[in-house]
Structure formats: C-alpha cells, structure tokens
C-alpha cells in the first residue's frame, strides 16, 4: 500500500512557476514509476509528466514539454513537478500517480495509487 500527498499549488500569474512535491509513505517507493496528471473544470484528467523508478526516461504530454520538469528523489520518497512559464491553461487539479513496477506510462489505467491532488491555478 502506498499514499501519496500532494503540495506545492497555489495561484500564480502567467508566466510565473511553482514547483508541486509528492510525498510517498511506504519503503518500496522505488520500486513504483510515478507520474503526475491533471483535470480541469468540466474535462477529463489528462497526462503530464511521468518518471521510471530510476529517475530515467522522463516523458512529458506535448502541452507542457519545454516547460515542466518531473524529477525524483527516492531518499526522499519524494517526486516533484517543476512547472515553468505557466499558462492560464495549465489552471487544474494535479493529481501524482504511483504505477508499480512500470517505466512511466501516460495511462491512467497502468497506475496503481492516487493522491488526493492539489489546485493550480492560472491567472491571466
């Protein structure tokens, strides 16, 4: 069983940055790829960043790549989202994901656990 909990949102101006942290219990948080995700009002939850247990391979959806950064520290048990120059289309609930055994996928079925998410919001 793992949990995670999210923290790091807020409001921020376009252009600005925040960085969300996950924090993981457990002692096998290596052993789980770990993404991050987020729905907006009225949308479905859609991918962002995923990392693979190493920290290798990071994968990005398009929308945020160049800008967003996923990263992990598994002394820790800690990943983090490193959001630069956001966008007011960045406002949403961004939720960490925890896919046991997994590379990284950006497919909500391959993940195992869920946080609760923190807000993001945008302001033009």
């Known amino acids: 069983q793992v949990q995670l909990v999210e923290s790091g949102g807020g409001l921020v101006q376009a252009g600005g940055s925040l960085r969300l942290s996950c924090a993981a219990s457990?002692?096998?948080?290596?052993?789980?790829?770990m993404g991050w995700f987020r729905q907006a009002p009225g949308k479905e939850r859609e991918f962002v960043a995923a990392i693979s247990w190493s920290g290798g391979a990071p994968y990005y959806a398009n929308s945020v790549k160049g800008r967003f950064t996923i990263s992990r520290d598994n002394a820790k048990n800690t990943v983090y989202l490193q959001m630069n120059s956001l966008k007011p289309e960045d406002t949403a609930v961004y939720y960490c994901?925890?896919?046991?055994?997994?590379?990284?996928?950006?497919?909500?079925?391959?993940?195992?656990?869920w946080g609760q998410g923190t807000q993001v919001t945008v302001s033009s």
């Open positions: 994901a925890a896919e046991r055994y997994g590379l990284g996928s950006g497919n909500m079925d391959e993940y195992d656990y």
């Open positions: 457990g002692r096998t948080f290596s052993s789980y790829a």
